[in-house]
């Protein structure tokens, strides 16, 4: 009974916090969503999606941060991936290698949420497997300033300067990016955060620094979404 107990009130400050905002590592999450719902404001998210997903509008590297960290607070939001149809058809379309039909589902994927990392990814490997280099250096230009938001939003050594994901998928993506191998992955639901273990296998870090042994992601808002589903 006790044991039950502390879960619901696990759970419960998770959701209350997914609500209501905080700071999470170096990212605030209420300063945020201040700007990006005030119409008078060069981050309203509205106008700043669009011109991410244009790809060929200036964008400043701040303003990266308000588009990946606001999605959290628009009604699209979905942290678990696989919303629709469509990107289950791209997956079946990409793992079947059959790049130049998966395109246009990856597409319109892409026009619902353009800040799925994942997708961004395998549709500039579709476009690269076609030899379309310009539309690969377009979801490339959109790609790479995403995962740079999301290195600085922390270090991913302890808890408290954990990385800050608002996708599940998005972990693997930064690991996978920074060459590393996964050994196992574990939640712990108090502090809201993942942890992967992490291989030595194949790490050739810098002089002067250690091997990765363990990778943290802080995943509140994930969570904090699948609480608030009926």
Do not use: W
Not at 70 to 86: A, I, M, Q, T
Not at 120 to 127: H, N
């Amino acid at each position: 009974m006790l044991k039950g107990f502390k879960i619901i009130v696990i759970f419960s400050v998770a959701l209350y916090q997914s609500l209501y905002g905080q700071k999470i590592s170096n990212i605030d999450f209420d300063e945020i969503k201040l700007v990006i719902q005030d119409s008078s404001s060069i981050y309203y998210y509205p106008l700043l999606i669009e011109r991410f997903y244009q790809s060929n509008s200036y964008l400043l590297e701040n303003e990266y941060k308000y588009i990946y960290y606001g999605s959290v607070f628009s009604d699209g939001y979905n942290p678990y991936g696989l919303s629709d149809n469509n990107e289950k058809k791209f997956r079946e379309l990409f793992r079947q290698s059959k790049f130049d039909e998966a395109i246009p589902y990856g597409q319109e994927v892409i026009r619902k949420n353009p800040i799925n990392i994942q997708i961004l990814r395998l549709l500039t490997t579709c476009y690269h497997e076609i030899s379309d280099k310009s539309n690969a250096e377009k979801y490339v230009k959109m790609l790479f300033p995403l995962l740079n938001v999301i290195y600085g939003s922390g270090d991913g050594s302890s808890v408290s300067t954990a990385y800050v994901v608002v996708m599940v998928s998005d972990e693997y993506e930064i690991i996978s990016s920074l060459g590393l191998t996964i050994k196992n992955r574990r939640t712990l639901y108090e502090q809201q955060t993942d942890v992967f273990k992490i291989s030595s296998i194949g790490q050739n870090p810098p002089k002067g620094q250690k091997k990765i042994k363990k990778l943290f992601f802080n995943v509140s808002k994930p969570l904090g979404s699948f609480r608030q589903q009926p």
